[in-house]
């Protein structure tokens, strides 16, 4: 009777061990994602320059890569005064007087 009691006092205290080992370990794992939470705001502001970059490099190609405003406007005039668009514009369009 004495050795079952001794093997069942045994056997609550590997599981109190066991137990306490485990809270440990969530408040560990509690306290590491407290402080990764508290990191957020450092992702997102990194992720707002990285997409501010990244729209400044992309109108920058887009800028090197088709022609800027001005020769854009002078080559949407040229459209509009050549003869094609004269001959293919709409019946009620007016006339552009040229």
Known sequence: MEKVATKKANVLNVREKARKEKEKLQAAKAAHAKHERSNDHLVDKRKKEVLAEKKAQAN??????????AAAGFVQQQVETSSLYLVSRAMDQPDPGI
Do not use: D, P, S
């Open 60 to 69: 920058r190609v887009y800028r090197e890569r088709y022609a800027n405003a």
